[in-house]
């Protein structure tokens, strides 16, 4: 099972604020005004940059846990929508060829992997058990997520 919790380097902006960016994510950056304006609009910036990797077809980088960061969890439906990208690549199975297996048009397999679209999860669920996959959810304390920063 995959962990998805990236980390982000939060600084203080030369201009005041925060800067907010993620080492393991290219183009996920975004910034605010105060600390905690700075962390709420983190996961927003991380989802949309990894939607950025499903679009072009590329690996879904791997977070790495590293000190003295800011833990970042990515939402549990973009999570599985990941894994079903990471699945198809794996796989070397199209949209078209998903679509198929799933008795759908391609259009529904695209918004299964739209990281902005409000897919069902079980719909998720159907296509990642095409690959052998099942979804698992966690649940944590709060303050083992977003407040606290990386041991």
């Known amino acids: 099972m995959r962990d998805l919790v990236y980390y982000a380097a939060l600084e203080p902006a030369e201009g005041g604020g925060y800067v907010v960016s993620f080492p393991d994510v290219y183009g996920a950056r975004t ?3 105060t600390l905690a304006e700075a962390v709420e609009a983190s996961q927003d910036a991380l989802v949309t940059a990894l939607g950025g990797y499903i679009e072009a077809r590329e690996e879904i980088p791997r977070p790495r846990r590293r000190k003295g960061l800011t833990p970042i969890p990515v939402p549990p439906l973009t999570a599985a ?5 990471e699945a198809m690549r794996e796989a070397g199975m199209s949209g078209r060829a998903l679509a198929r297996r799933l008795s759908v ?3 529904a397999i695209r918004r299964l992997l ?5 897919s069902h999860i079980g719909e998720v669920e159907k296509a990642l058990a095409i690959f052998g996959q099942r979804l698992m959810v966690g649940v944590l304390p709060a303050k083992t997520t977003l407040a606290r920063t990386a041991a």
Do not use: I
């Open 31 to 33: 910034q605010g005004d």
């Open 81 to 85: 929508k990941l894994a079903l990208h």
């Open 105 to 107: 048009n391609e259009a």
């Open 114 to 118: 739209d990281l902005g679209h409000r």
